[in-house]
């Protein structure tokens, strides 16, 4: 199957940069003039609505000491990126400023209480009609198997990572987390591709996957170089990855 996943280097959280935030409509476009695909991160707001936006805490990105669950849509568009005057997006005006033109990597960020057929419904509702290619991973396998099923030809693919609990953690946290780092449960899950942490590489269980294998977050050329002795394709931030001859 013919995907930009295995063709175009991944804007983490769109092309940002000390002007331009990150998860912001600038980064966004910026991302898009330069011909890379798209990754972003959506969750809900307290009155479950979805906005872009990587942390549940507003503080790193808004200076605001409230958590994005905590704040109703018409709260979070009241607030402005630290030394910015643009504002955390909404999923519709990501897609109006992406307009097709770039493909989509969305990550549902794994909120608590949350259940996977709900998120994936809200995504689903705020997807339909466009015409761009996308894709939607999430470190939630439950949240990647429920939008699955509602959208079989979507590429649908697994976060994980080695360092993703401590010992310190519940048990039940450990156990959930040891299961998904170690790709155990994509035969109840078949994703379409994994996107593994590239400090936690090489793995052998990420060697061992069939399908599209994707590193994050890739900081340099040099991270790059050595992420593309184990995977496919890289989600990058902070200098400007080549894009591939076809």
Not at 80 to 98: N, R, W
Not at 114 to 139: P, R, T, W
Not at 168 to 188: A, C, E, G, H, Q
């Amino acid at each position: 199957m013919k995907t930009f996943l295995t063709r175009l280097p991944v804007a983490h959280r769109g092309l940002h940069d000390s002007e331009k935030p990150e998860n912001s409509l600038s980064a966004f476009r910026a991302a898009v003039e330069h011909g890379y695909a798209i990754e972003t991160d959506v969750r809900f707001t307290k009155d479950k609505r979805l906005v872009v936006m990587h942390d549940d805490n507003l503080q790193r990105m808004t200076g605001d000491p409230r958590t994005v669950s905590e704040c109703t849509m018409s709260e979070i568009k009241a607030l402005k990126f630290v030394g910015s005057d643009e504002t955390i997006p909404t999923v519709a005006e990501f897609l109006e400023a992406v307009n097709g033109t770039s493909p989509l990597l969305i990550e549902i960020k794994d909120m608590p209480g949350v259940k996977g057929k709900e998120v994936a419904k809200a995504l689903s509702e705020a997807m339909k009609g466009y015409g761009g290619e996308y894709a939607v991973q999430s470190f939630n396998p439950l949240y990647v198997k429920a939008y699955k099923k509602l959208h079989p030809a979507v590429m649908c693919g697994v976060l994980a990572s080695t360092g993703m609990y401590q010992k310190s953690d519940p048990l039940i946290w450990r156990t959930k987390m040891y299961l998904v780092s170690r790709l155990k449960l994509n035969f109840y899950i078949k994703p379409d591709f994994v996107s593994y942490d590239i400090w936690s590489l090489p793995q052998k269980w990420v060697t061992k996957f069939k399908g599209i294998k994707l590193a994050w977050t890739i900081g340099s050329p040099e991270l790059e170089e050595k992420a593309r002795k184990y995977v496919d394709n890289i989600i990058f931030e902070n200098y400007c990855a080549e894009i591939p001859k076809p």
